[in-house]
Nanobody
Framework: EVAAAGVWGGLVQAGSSLRLSCAAP????????VGWFRQAPGKEREFVACIFRSGGRTYYTDSVKGRFTTSRDSAKNTVYLQMNSLKPEDTAVYYCAAGSRMILGVIRREDAYDYWGQGTLVTVSS
């Protein structure tokens, strides 16, 4: 089971920073690529970022490039999403997901991921 837990999650002001953590006690995260998705109110879930299991390559959707960074700490079996310069349009439920057979062409597809976290709500006020 994958769990996405927000550290200091909840309501933050625009311009603030927040780090989300994704842990999976039942999985060895180093053998999985991990993606981050979000779903804003009234919208479909969308891809945010991905970190590959091999080499740690990262990819981001255009709207978060330069503001969000995903990384992994293998010793803690945890993947992070550092979110800086948050904007009201970043308000969403954020999910992490793990995939064992990830290739670049499918990182935005939800069905490319094997395990999903419950999600955590991030609200950014203006």
């Amino acid at each position: 089971e994958v769990a996405a837990a927000g550290v200091w999650g909840g309501l933050v002001q625009a311009g603030s920073s927040l780090r989300l953590s994704c842990a999976a006690p039942g999985l060895t995260f180093s053998t999985y690529s991990v993606g981050w998705f979000r779903q804003a109110p009234g919208k479909e879930r969308e891809f945010v970022a991905c970190i590959f299991r091999s080499g740690g390559r990262t990819y981001y959707t255009d709207s978060v490039k330069g503001r969000f960074t995903t990384s992994r700490d293998s010793a803690k079996n945890t993947v992070y999403l550092q979110m800086n310069s948050l904007k009201p349009e970043d308000t969403a439920v954020y999910y992490c997901a793990a995939g064992s057979r990830m290739i670049l062409g499918v990182i935005r597809r939800e069905d490319a991921y094997d395990y999903w976290g419950q999600g955590t709500l991030v609200t950014v006020s203006s």
